[in-house]
Every structure is written in C-alpha cells, then in structure tokens.
C-alpha cells in the first residue's frame, strides 16, 4: 500500500521504536541504512535516501532525513536539493505523525536562516521521543556547528538513561557523549565513552574522533599519533578521513615535525576529496595557516587552495567557512577576493537577521580582519581586534580543536608587536590548558626573552627540549 497525502497514517514503527506514519517496512528498512550510512560517516547516504525514495516517493521521513542531512553540509552546492527535500516533506504533511512535523519544522526553520530555531525544535522531538537517533544526530551535530559547547554534551545527557547496548545505534550515542565530554574538558569520561563505543563498532569514525580530540587537548601527541595509525583502517577510507589526517598532523606539528605535517598535507588534504567540499577546505586552509604562523614556507599550497575557495567567497552562508576562505585570500595576497568576501559580510551583516549574522559579526568579521592585520604586517592592531573577542569564540562554531587557530594567531601577533607581557600571559595559559607542549613552552622562552628575562627564558627553553626529547 502506498499512502498520498490526506491518507490516514497506521502506525509502525522503526527498529528503536520509535513512530513512523508510512508504514512500509522496506522504507523503514532502507531509512535505517541511510542513517546508518550518516552515522559512520561510510558511504552516501543521500544516495541511499534517494534510492529508498525512489520506490517510495510519498515516504515523508526519507525526504526529512534527506532535508536534514543536508543542513548540515552548510553549502550553497546543496543548498536546492535540502529545499527541494523540504518541499516534497511539506506536501506530504497532511500525513505525518507528530514526530515527523516536528522534523518538517525544524527544516523549514533551518531554510529560514533561523539555526538556534531548528535545534530546539529538534530538541523539543527529542524530548518526546528519547530514542529518536535521528534528532539527537541533528542537535548534536549543529550544536558543534553553532558552537554550543554545553549543548553539545547535554544533549546527550537528557536522554542517555534511556539507551542501552540493547538499543542499535547506543555505539553512536556513545560516539555524540564522548565528543560532548571533551569539549566541555571532561576528558577522562570522555575517553572511556569514546573507547566503549569503538568497542563496540571499531568503524567509528566519530568515536575515533572524539578519543583524538581527547589525545589532542591533552597534549599526548606520541599516543595520538599511535592512536590514529592503530585505528587507520577503521577511518582512512571513510567521509571522516580527510579530517582525522588533520587531527594526525596536529599531533606531528605539535612535536616539530613539520615534513610528516606537509606530507599528510600533500597526500591527503589538498584536493583529497570532493571539489568544493568545503569541509576538506577548511581543513586545509587551518593546517596552512598553523604553518604560516611558523614562518614554514608552504610553496604554491596557498594559491592551489585559494583557487578553490575563490567561487564561494560571497556566500556569506556559514561564518566558520567565511574565515577559512578569508585565510587563503590574505595568505596568497588576493586583494580583490578579500575585498570581495568583506564587503558581503558587510552587506550581509546590514540586511540580514539569521542566526549566521551574530557568528559573522562578533567573530568571523573581527577574525578575518585581524588574520589581514597580522599577514601585512600590523601586528599590534591584529592583536587589538581579537583580544576582546577571544572568550566568545565558540560563537563561531566549530571545536576548541579548530579555533585555537586564533588564540595562536593573537599569540604570535601579541610577540611580534614586542607585546611581551601579554605574549607571556597567554603562553602561560596555554601551557597551563596543555603543558606536554613543547611548543607552548619555546612561547613562555620567546616572551621571557623579549622581556630580558635570561634565566626565565632558559628555564622554560630547557622545559621545551625536555619534552622533544621525551
Ligand atoms: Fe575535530
């Protein structure tokens, strides 16, 4: 039986029991698979969605899945398949259940630009519906999108006492509270969240992040690096791969070796995926600019990047995205790109009311002006901009991970404008966040030197080298 729109919906429900109004059992089937396809970040699951659709075009929480899967690229390439998904979802309406107008809600909402909306109407699903993957995938990813780091972990939390391993799908909630603990530096239960969920699926790329993550803030870039290369076949050939070679150069970089860095950089960053996906840019983009901020000379890298972000440098979509293309601008002195870029954000900031409007004008603007700053050469006006935005940058969404890239441009900014008070306190505080860094501790050295401070200086050198050595 297939429903049309006005049919009276019969109950059933998916495999956690939760209710779906089309009651076909290989629609169900088939949604479950593309979720799944969602979950470990292993294959294409709009593809799979579309494939489900195709035998069941009235199967209104196939187009919601797809719809809202789709929101969280945060693209303007996929921008008409979302709305088109919606559309066919909000014609089939007159049939859904109660669960699903709120799925249909929290899409419209997100294609109104009203983002904090969509995630509490996917909340409030949540609340009704504990066991709904579905919307507690949808709040957690877009909290990390939005940079709602307690959202993050909470989202979890009110719902967690009502999953167990009997449950399929618990790996991945264990996979979302994982990430959530470490972003709110709960490391130790972070772990042990992330470590049961692999666990329990070893191809888990977002587990395997979250631990990463951990290893990362920790600063245990030895046991990172094992970490990663341990679990290599779980990840490097899933949709999560180019960003976990991000977070294995991470660790490289923070031991000084810069060759592995731009070798990983090489092989698996540039260009490594789709054209445009801007996930794999930005990526790309925040390894160069570390380099950058070590005087490393990264060649012709910058222009191949900056190619690529140039068709998107007025979309003014995603403030995240916006700083990361304004990095390959600045880095590769593309004057009218970066004017380009700008003066949307400034139009776009003056007319428009969506959620993305306060990530771009409290962080992204004052971000991507002070990244200008610091390549020409105005060191003191760079650290100007960002130190007065610097506890707000979860604004802009992303993980602590992620936009340290700007408390380390203020570092290095705040040491060569021969701010050296300040440059020691901030290197102080970032030693006293990860002191395993060997690098943190050459900052404390550059800072105590600049203030004339030899013994100091010395002191925190030999601290440095200790840990290299180490
Ligand atoms: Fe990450």
Redesign the pocket.
């Known amino acids: 039986m297939t429903l049309s729109p006005g049919s009276p919906a019969r109950s059933a429900t998916d495999c956690r029991g939760v209710p779906v109004s089309y009651p076909h059992r290989d629609a169900i089937d088939g949604l479950e698979r593309a979720m799944e396809i969602s979950l470990s970040f292993n294959g294409d699951a709009v593809a799979e969605i579309d494939r489900v659709l195709g035998d069941h075009p009235n199967f209104i929480m196939g187009h919601l899945f797809k719809a809202a899967w789709l929101t969280q690229a945060m693209e303007t390439r996929v921008y008409d398949d979302m709305v088109a998904a919606a559309k066919r979802a909000e014609a089939l309406a007159p049939t859904a259940n109660d669960r699903e107008k709120g799925h249909l809600a929290a899409v419209q909402a997100w294609i109104r630009g009203d983002f904090y909306g969509a995630v509490q109407i996917w909340e409030d699903v949540l609340t009704h519906y504990p066991r709904d993957l579905l919307a507690l995938e949808l709040v957690h990813l877009t909290d990390v999108l939005l940079g709602d780091v307690v959202g993050q972990r909470d989202c979890v939390a009110r719902v967690f006492n009502l999953w167990d391993e009997g449950l399929p799908g618990y790996e991945f909630v264990l996979g979302f509270y994982s990430f959530g603990l470490e972003e709110n530096r709960d490391f130790h239960q972070a772990e042990e969240m992330g470590r049961r969920s692999l666990a329990m699926r070893p191809h888990n790329p977002y587990a395997i ?1 979250a631990v ?2 951990v290893m990362e803030m920790q600063g245990r870039q030895q046991g990172g690096i094992r970490f990663m290369e341990d679990n290599g076949r779980y990840w490097k050939a899933s949709n999560f791969a180019n ?1 976990l070679w ?2 294995t150069a991470l660790f490289h970089l923070d031991v000084g070796d810069t060759n592995r860095v731009l070798e990983i950089y090489d092989r698996h960053l540039r260009g490594a995926g789709h054209e445009g996906d801007k996930y794999e840019e930005l990526d790309a983009s925040a390894l160069l600019w570390r380099l950058k901020l070590l005087d490393i000379d990264t060649g012709t890298r910058w222009k191949d990047l900056a190619d690529r972000w140039e068709p998107s440098a007025q979309d003014t979509l995603y403030a995240f995205n916006d700083v990361h293309a304004m990095m390959t601008f600045v880095a590769d002195d593309r004057r009218d790109a970066q004017d380009r870029l700008l003066h949307a954000n400034e139009r776009y900031c003056e007319s428009a009311s969506d959620a993305n409007v306060a990530m771009s004008r409290e962080i992204g603007l004052p971000f991507c002006l002070a990244m200008k700053d610091f390549h020409e050469g105005r060191y003191g006006q760079c650290v100007d901009r960002l130190l007065p935005v610097r506890y707000r940058t979860h604004r802009l969404g992303g ?1 602590f ?2 936009r340290d890239i700007i408390g380390w441009t203020l570092l290095e900014a705040a040491m060569r404008a021969r701010r050296f008070d300040l440059a020691l306190a901030l290197a102080n505080e970032r030693c006293a966040l990860k002191p395993t860094s060997a690098r943190n501790w050459e900052y404390v050295a550059r800072a105590f030197r600049g203030l004339g401070d030899r013994s100091n200086a010395e002191r925190a050198h030999a601290r440095a080298q200790a840990l290299m050595a180490a």
């Open positions: 992040h990463s993550h960003h991000w977070h993980s991970a992620q």
